[in-house]
């Protein structure tokens, strides 16, 4: 028998149903036996996992896939570059030790806007633009939680936004719809729990009058 | 006036994170993290989570700035980049059958198209996913792992490699051990 002519069996081991999800050690020692660089003691543990727990072969799976990519991809370390590029969140560093008013007038200076979409982009296009071009990384700003306003570009007349917004650690904050104007005010009770300093990610999505939707890359904020 | 919705892409915690460490130390541009880090989540990513890898990439990114900030210090690797990709689809896969546990069946449902297999057929092979299993656990060990590898998706050199075996032992491993494996879970009463 050929290997290959084993896909069905390979379908039904992969459609058992989990009953237990998978612990974090147990997903690190997936990783590591996937990776090569485990005992073979070790290795023949986590296979046991794998046949006792579907959770588990789903996650060798997953792992597999990732290192072949990275197997395909040149195995040596990544490059690191010497150039220092000083991002936003250093001069916000910077800024600490100024007084606020001078860190609120260099804010009104270089407050930057949801980048607009080009004509000829998708959403797809617009996001790997914003993550992809370092040099747009120039303003971290802050809200005041007494009246935290987000704005951005204004798409075509017509549009309709929704903003969402979640702390870094992405639990969800607030969230604004069927909103007909590019800004936003996160309402104050939604921040009262939030402490000094916490961070804020927040994207836009657009409804166009056509009706396609964009959604912005994720800007993130500092609540004061 | 009250300004201030200040904008600046998320990638912002991280880069500033990476730009703050030595400069020796000092690594590539976000692009070139974005990158690799993008194409470890699409390659992870199950087909019926194709849709979220952009989500999810930006989940990785996430997770990326805080073990940056946990661990300045920390060598990035293009394996470190695959295994937040691998936890952040993981946890997304985790999250996911959670929440299907806790919704209840809409009544649209049934007018929707069911992808097949139909849930018949689906019953059958989690039914002969666990004659497999049976099966596996009876196996000599050898054949056991090198079986237990092949269904996960290995091809025989992977498995030669992972088990440290000749390419010729691994080769010979798999294939008889699927044909017993296959006569066992067909005299379990189950052809997957």
Known sequence: ?224 | MCLVGGASPVGVALFAAIATRSAPELPRTLVELQRPLAAAVRKAVPAWLLPETEDLTQVALLRLDRALKREPDRPLTRAYLGRIAYTTVVDEIRKRRREREHVAPDVDSAERPTPAPGPERLAESRDAGEAITACLEAAPPRARDALTLYLLGHSVPEISRLLDHTRKTAENVVYRGLAALRGCVEAKGYRP
């Open chain 1, 1 to 224: 028998m050929k290997p290959d002519a084993a896909e069905d069996l390979r379908a039904a081991f992969s459609a058992r149903p989990v009953r237990q999800e998978v612990n974090e050690a147990t997903l690190s020692m997936v990783w590591k036996a996937v990776s090569g660089s485990t005992s073979p003691a070790d290795l023949a543990s986590v296979l046991e996992q794998v046949r006792r727990e579907p959770a588990v072969a789903e996650a060798w799976r997953v792992a597999r896939s990732v290192r072949a990519e990275l197997d395909d991809e040149e195995p040596a370390r990544v490059e690191r570059q010497g150039k220092v590029v000083l991002g936003p969140a250093h001069w916000w560093r910077g800024a600490a030790g100024m007084g606020i008013g001078t860190v609120m007038a260099m804010a009104a200076v270089v407050v930057m806007y949801v980048v607009p979409m080009s004509e000829n982009r998708g959403p797809v296009a617009m996001r790997a633009d914003v993550l992809g071009i370092e040099n747009t990384l120039v303003y971290a700003g802050s809200v005041d939680r007494d009246h935290a306003v987000l704005r951005w570009t204004a798409l075509p007349e017509g549009t309709v936004y929704t903003v969402t917004v979640t702390t870094d650690l992405l639990a969800r904050v607030a969230r604004g719809g069927a909103l007909d104007k590019p800004e936003w005010v996160i309402p104050g009770p939604q921040l009262s729990a939030l402490p000094d300093g916490t961070v804020l990610l927040w994207r836009v999505e657009a409804t166009l009058p056509d009706g396609s939707k964009h959604r912005s890359a994720t800007f993130d904020v500092v609540l004061r």
